[in-house]
């Protein structure tokens, strides 16, 4: 789909990003990372190494949420929020077994479509974001995972003063949210009618802990104080967090 608004640009699978220069550093930095991990993942190339971690615990957990939501049908499209770091690498590698080896829930079958999109945030330096892209780009292509990329060009602000772009940090925060759900709009549109959809996140329970801590650092005593919900409706999608 073509994924387009303001505060970025967007693209899609080999690529990963739009725009910018990729430095040599960064570029060697990428191809380290990517080195040292070919070896660490040549069991993907097993299929019995799927089918023994499908029948894991955190499988038949993930699964089980996916079945109560209605998301194991031919029809659903589910979109994995994937930083590319190592909680949603390993939820990645979860979804994997669960949908393409589990024979929970009736045995093999088509089984929903799974994409993932990434977001690069100009937060950093760039050669770190390029190697960042470069990372997320291999994995999905080993994996044989659709890759949506999108690049955000708003700049986080320092603090509570404003940031280059002249936002402050609430309203970067509140636009950043607006272009995620955009995106994830616009992944998940173009499911058949009616199809059960959703993003997938790779939150666990110690992120759920950290979240508490922060509502109630921030007063919100009532409500929230509960943190991160497993399913909840925002925005006119789905999020879950199995």
Same mark, same amino acid.
């Given at each position: ?12 699978? *080999? ?5 910018? #220069? ?5 570029? /060697?930095?990428?191809? =380290? /990372?990517?080195? =040292?991990?070919?070896? +660490? ?5 097993? =299929? ?25 049908? &031919?029809? /659903? ?7 590319? *770091?190592?909680? #949603? ?8 077994? /669960?949908?393409?080896? #589990?024979? @929970?829930?009736?045995?093999? +079958? @088509? ?17 770190? !974001?390029?190697?960042?892209? $470069? ?23 320092? *603090?509570?003063?404003?940031?280059? %772009? ?10 950043? @949210?607006?272009? $995620? ?11 058949? =009618?009616?199809?059960?959809?959703? !993003? ?5 329970? &110690?992120?759920? &802990?950290?979240? +508490?801590?922060?509502?109630?650092? @921030?007063?919100?005593?009532? *409500?929230? !104080? ?10 006119? %999608? ?5």
């Amino acid at each position: 789909p073509e994924c387009r608004g303001a505060g970025g640009s967007c693209s899609r699978g *080999g690529g990963g990003s739009s725009g910018g #220069s990729v430095h040599e550093a960064g570029a /060697a930095t990428a191809a =380290a /990372a990517i080195a =040292a991990a070919a070896g +660490r993942l040549a069991w993907v190339r097993d =299929a019995s190494r799927w089918s023994a971690l499908a029948e894991h615990p955190l499988c038949q957990e993930l699964l089980s949420a996916l079945n109560a939501h209605g998301l194991l049908s &031919d029809q /659903a499209h589910l979109v994995l929020s994937y930083s590319g *770091g190592v909680d #949603s690498t390993a939820h990645l590698l979860l979804l994997l077994a /669960a949908l393409r080896y #589990s024979t @929970k829930f009736g045995g093999a +079958r @088509k089984g929903p479509r799974l994409s993932c999109l990434h977001l690069s945030y100009p937060n950093r330096e760039e050669e770190e !974001v390029q190697g960042e892209v $470069r990372w997320v780009t291999w994995v999905c292509q080993t994996l044989g995972v659709d890759l949506f990329g999108y690049t955000v060009r708003l700049t986080r602000p320092h *603090g509570e003063e404003e940031g280059a %772009g002249g936002l402050t940090r609430e309203e970067y925060e509140r636009h950043t @949210k607006e272009i $995620r759900f955009r995106m994830y709009r616009c992944l998940l549109q173009g499911a058949p =009618a009616g199809a059960a959809t959703a !993003v997938v996140l790779g939150h666990h329970q &110690d992120d759920v &802990d950290e979240n +508490r801590l922060d509502h109630l650092q @921030k007063g919100h005593i009532l *409500g929230d !104080v509960e943190g991160m919900r497993q399913w909840r409706e925002i925005h006119g %999608g789905h999020l879950l967090r199995p």
